[in-house]
């Protein structure tokens, strides 16, 4: 929808309107649904729940959903997630499934030489990460009005 989710821009609804629609879509000839149609509706209902958990109780006044604005005051997605468990992956050999002493090695030495260093062939977006190494910008960010920090 290319804006702000809040109490006016119809995202609820539209939203809504997904799920009932996800609760009718099926394979052909088969009364199965795709197994990505029920991650689907736990991502679109966890946004409704979250949206109306922030407005109703936390007066929040909008939502943003994905790209970090200018002000680097937040959004709401997992790529930086996912892109520092792939750099985790990546650490020493490709580990899919790595162990609890082998993920907490190499998320020290990622954590203190190769966070911040894009990872080529990453499924997704990297976002100005970099502004957590300035002290400066984080620091306005943190004493800015409380917008939207998950």
Known sequence: ???????????EQ???EILHYLDYLHLAGSSKSLPCIFGWKITITSLLETWKLLSQEKMYQFLLTSRLNQ?????????CLE????VIRGSGGHRDNPD???FRASFRFIAVNKLFVTVSGANCE?????????????SQVLH????MCL
């Open 1 to 11: 929808m290319g804006q702000a989710f809040t109490r006016v821009s119809g995202h």
């Open 14 to 16: 539209f939203f809504s």
């Open 71 to 79: 002000d680097f005051t937040s959004r709401l997605n997992q790529d």
């Open 83 to 86: 892109n520092l468990f792939s």
């Open 100 to 102: 609890v002493s082998e």
């Open 126 to 138: 990297m976002h100005c990460d970099s502004v957590l190494l300035d002290a400066a910008s984080l």
């Open 144 to 147: 800015q009005p409380k917008i």
